[in-house]
């Protein structure tokens, strides 16, 4: 009897035990059913969290770290207990099969998936489908999860974008009642400006995959790179009348997608449209998302050799938990649950199945560009002399791609397509001129980010089409046909600011030439160091100076007493820039420092225009670029107070790209504050609100009267409309550089142009830059019809003040680098 009941306690403790190590559901864990709430990012990271801590053996956590508003963000690798164990040998080990890391490497490693949720926060239905992935393959009790672990590792970024994931979960649930409504009119179905679809500087994270200009991207690529999935899978929504979207994708392809990828992405459509086609669910392929623009979540892991892909659900932000269809079915979040959760089991199983292959053609796509070069062009050459900040902006970048470069360490002379005029000619080789050659592991990545001229096999694409780094960077540039490399030691960058010995210095000079200038201008003013500006050519120190040179004198500054010199120097160095320190007022040739052509310069109150019909990434842009790229502050103006702001209080307002009509009630009242002295910075379509009004110069061409084509076909109206688009293409832009908004630059720059260009000369202003010659991209026919004579950038003289017209960003997406010292000058050096 002792023994039965010893037996039956020792039997109720083990099942006690079991119980207690059984993995609750997200339904368990959450207390409520799938797709009844929007759940907080809090809430998922802590359900990741519980998995990790319940199944050790299967289950590890990576942080990456926090987010501009301090949410974590994190990878879950998830695995067999295997693989867990060994998991940094395996990271290594597929590193040393590439060529990116040191080591002989094991080509006996599982197949790593990557899969991203939430990359636009408020497609929100992907969060919420990450924990049932996750709680799916760490139970790892199904056929299918038993079948992939023993192949695969998975790592899972449960939400890319946490700050726009909580505005919109925020937002639903505060507006959410016991149940909710399918009425068209709800606000829950009207997300209020900007929606969560963005970030915290309201970017689009799956536009700077690439570029990585945010703090999520970087985090999130810096890991990407350490671990060079051989699949990564990219998760989204579109909108509510929409069914879903899996791969293969639409064209255009990038032609260096390889074989294996293309059959790749078919078999991807096999593998999901059996769930699919079982369960009666509707869908599309090969239509819309195309695998062209290179920083997105499928292209960017595609050119790292990876399979990668898009997923799109029919949903997005008007969704919430419940919509009505036009087609009159109702769409729930459960239902887009079950969907994304389908496709995201189709690619485990595929890449599964496929895996050995996979890994094969992984390694050779690394492996043969390391051996024999990739591509028409083998080597990219950036000369380096007169360049160096942007020599130096673009290292950077390609240090956070892992893109290998070097310096030439001698002179050579050699031949290319040349950048700037588009022709093969004789060069030569300088000592630190940049090299970028495609025998690397990365040469496919380095091909396609540098070569001249895209091939686009089908101009209905998604995005821009043009994006070549050295038009980015605005550098003179030759392509190579022959491989080239350089030294291996970098130029120094640092600063020289020589003073000689007993001198005391009357002045500082620095000729704008940078982007760089405008951060150490920045950092002058922030310091409340008096700055002045010449704005003509002058020859002092032995130095020939340019229109546009910073003067940093004792005079005005002499609250800096004897450490004066110091200050200002120690300022310079921090941003690598090149000061001549002079003795005397007296200048060689030009105007003297006290001439009046040198003007002090005032550090400038700056608004920004933010709020309902302001198209957010464009505010995003210009908000970032202050407040982050140049560190300096700037005021965000909500349209919906507008009238009430004393604009007299501003020396500078930026209006972004939107629309006014409901925003400046009075336009009147602006032009008047201009008149007083202020400055109005308007952007792309910002101009078409005050163009042709009392007072403002800026109109349009006046248009012929549309011809109606009789014979046009509906079947092809989609693609007749492409003779109407510019996506995105690369043009050459005229510049008076006399003038204090082109300060800096040469007599052209390369602009990435994205609207149609229709206004006419300003008659009485200044056309300081009108557009060239087209440089690379898709333009449609009658695009490039319309886009002759017109203006690209212009500044109107108003009253004390100035009207400055940027037709088109110079800071898009916050990588266009080339750009960026014109934006810095319409704030500081126009006045």
Request: aromatic content about 12%.
């Amino acid at each position: 009897m002792l023994n039965i009941n010893k037996l039956a306690l020792f039997l109720f403790f083990v099942s006690h035990a079991i119980i207690a190590q059984t993995l609750k559901s997200p339904e368990e864990y959450f207390g409520n059913a799938t797709g009844s709430k929007f759940h907080f990012h809090h809430q998922l990271i802590g359900y990741a969290e519980y998995v990790a801590a319940n199944k050790p053996e299967n289950v590890k956590i990576f942080p990456l770290g926090f987010t501009t508003e301090g949410r974590p963000q994190m990878i879950v690798a998830i695995g067999s207990k295997e693989n867990i164990q060994n998991i940094e040998l395996i990271r290594k080990s597929n590193l040393q099969n590439i060529g990116l890391m040191a080591g002989a490497g094991n080509k006996n490693i599982p197949t790593i998936a990557y899969l991203s949720y939430n990359v636009h926060g408020n497609e929100s239905v992907n969060a919420e489908t990450s924990v049932k992935v996750i709680y799916e393959m760490a139970n790892g009790t199904s056929d299918l999860a038993k079948k992939v672990l023993k192949n695969t590792l998975i790592l899972i970024d449960p939400c890319v974008n946490p700050d726009g994931f909580d505005r919109y979960s925020q937002w639903y649930n505060r507006y959410l009642g016991k149940k909710p409504d399918l009425h068209a009119a709800s606000v829950e179905h009207h997300e209020p400006w900007p929606g969560g679809r963005f970030n915290h500087y309201l970017f689009d994270l799956n536009r700077d995959i690439a570029w990585q200009t945010q703090k999520e991207t970087q985090q999130r690529i810096n890991f990407y790179n350490s671990w060079m999935p051989h699949l990564h899978a990219d998760f989204h929504e579109m909108g509510p009348n929409s069914t879903y979207y899996f791969p293969p994708s639409a064209k255009p392809f990038h032609e260096d997608l390889t074989g294996f990828q293309r059959e790749f992405q078919e078999l991807l459509g096999q593998y999901n449209k059996k769930a699919f086609d079982e369960k009666g669910w509707l869908y599309f392929t090969k239509e819309n998302y195309d695998l062209f623009y290179p920083s997105y979540g499928d292209t960017y892991p595609s050119y790292n050799g990876a399979i990668g892909m898009t997923f799109e659900q029919g949903g997005g932000g008007p969704a919430g938990l419940a919509y009505k269809r036009n087609d009159g079915d109702t769409l729930t979040l459960k239902d887009r649950i079950m969907h994304s959760f389908s496709t995201s089991m189709g690619a485990l199983e595929a890449l599964s199945d496929k895996s050995e292959k996979t890994i094969e053609e992984f390694n050779k796509f690394f492996n043969d560009a390391q051996g024999k070069g990739f591509g028409k062009y083998k080597s990219y050459v950036m000369k380096f002399k007169g360049n160096e900040a942007k020599v130096k902006a673009l290292a950077e970048q390609l240090d956070k791609m892992q893109i290998e470069y070097s310096f030439a360490n001698k002179k050579s002379a050699v031949s290319g397509f040349n950048y700037q005029n588009q022709k093969e000619e004789a060069f030569s080789v300088d000592e630190n001129d940049m090299i970028v050659n495609s025998y690397q592991p990365k040469g496919v990545l380095a091909k396609i980010l540098f070569e001249p001229k895209s091939y686009l096999e089908d101009s209905n694409t998604y995005d821009i089409t043009a994006w070549a780094l050295p038009y980015a960077y605005d550098l003179p540039a030759f392509a190579l046909s022959q491989k080239l490399s350089g030294g291996t030691t970098k130029p120094k960058f640092d600063s020289k600011v020589e003073i000689a010995n007993g001198k005391r210095v009357f002045a500082f000079a620095s000729e704008v030439s940078s982007f760089e200038e405008s951060k150490f201008l920045a950092q002058l003013f922030k310091e409340k160091i008096k700055v002045r500006l010449q704005e003509a050519p002058f020859k002092a120190g032995g130095k020939d100076f340019g229109a546009g040179t910073l003067l940093i004198t004792r005079k005005g500054n002499e609250n800096l007493g004897e450490n004066f010199e110091a200050k200002v120097t120690a300022i310079a160095k921090a941003f690598d820039i090149n000061l001549l320190p002079l003795y005397s007022g007296l200048v060689e040739s030009g105007p003297d420092m006290g001439a009046s052509s040198v003007d002090v310069l005032n550090p400038p109150k700056i608004g920004l225009m933010v709020g309902a019909g302001i198209t957010p990434t464009a505010a995003g842009d210009v908000w970032h670029f202050f407040d982050q790229q140049l560190d300096y502050p700037i005021t965000l103006i909500d349209g919906s107070y507008f009238g009430r702001v004393d604009l007299w209080t501003l020396d500078v307002l930026i209006l972004p790209n939107g629309q006014y009509g409901n925003i400046i009630k009075d336009h009147k009242e602006v032009t008047r504050w201009v008149s007083d002295g202020g400055r109005v910075i308007l952007l792309e379509s910002a101009n078409d609100f005050l163009a042709g009004k009392d007072g403002i110069e800026l109109k349009s061409k006046s248009k012929p009267d549309a011809k109606n084509d009789i014979n046009k076909s509906y079947g092809s109206r989609d693609r007749d409309a492409i003779s109407d688009q510019i996506p995105g293409a690369i043009y050459k832009v005229n510049l008076d550089n006399t003038h204090p908004l082109a300060y800096g630059y040469e007599k052209t720059s390369n602009v990435m142009i994205k609207n149609t260009l229709d206004n006419e000369y300003l008659k009485n202003g200044w056309n300081v830059g009108k557009l060239g010659e087209h440089v690379s991209g898709f333009v449609g026919q009658n695009v490039k019809k319309t886009m002759k004579d017109v203006p690209v950038f212009a500044v109107q003289d108003h009253g004390k003040g100035k009207i400055i017209h940027l037709l088109e960003s110079p800071i898009f997406r916050g990588f266009w680098y080339g750009g960026k010292l014109m934006m810095a000058n319409a704030a500081f050096l126009v006045r």
